[in-house]
């Protein structure tokens, strides 16, 4: 029985004794199918790692959003906020 790792950016299975592409993070080995998908945990572990495991891959549908909507949430409601004050000055002003 081979254990597969799953690549949490593109949701592949990735078995852990073939692949090179492997990162070490909160104590925990985590592997991908390529560097590209290395590259992209790098950047953002914690964004993936709040997927629970549950990529791309496989929609689970709840809301319909990826991870990273869930983590924009409070983030682009400011923005709209930005956007709603930007149209209010521009009107005042016009
Ligand atoms: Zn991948």
Redesign the pocket.
């Given at each position: 029985m081979i254990e597969m790792a799953k690549?949490l950016?593109?949701g592949?299975d990735v078995d852990p004794k073939t692949s090179n592409y492997v990162m070490e993070y909160n104590g925990g080995s985590y592997y991908?199918?390529?560097e590209?998908?290395l590259n992209e945990f790098r950047k953002d572990p914690d964004r993936y790692l709040r997927g629970g495991g549950d990529s791309r891959g496989g929609h689970r549908g709840h809301g319909g959003g990826c991870c990273g909507m869930m983590m924009g949430g409070g983030w682009t409601s400011y923005v709209f906020l930005g956007i709603i004050l930007l149209l209010l000055i521009i009107r005042f002003f016009w």
């Open positions: 690549d950016v593109c592949m991908f199918c390529s590209k998908c």
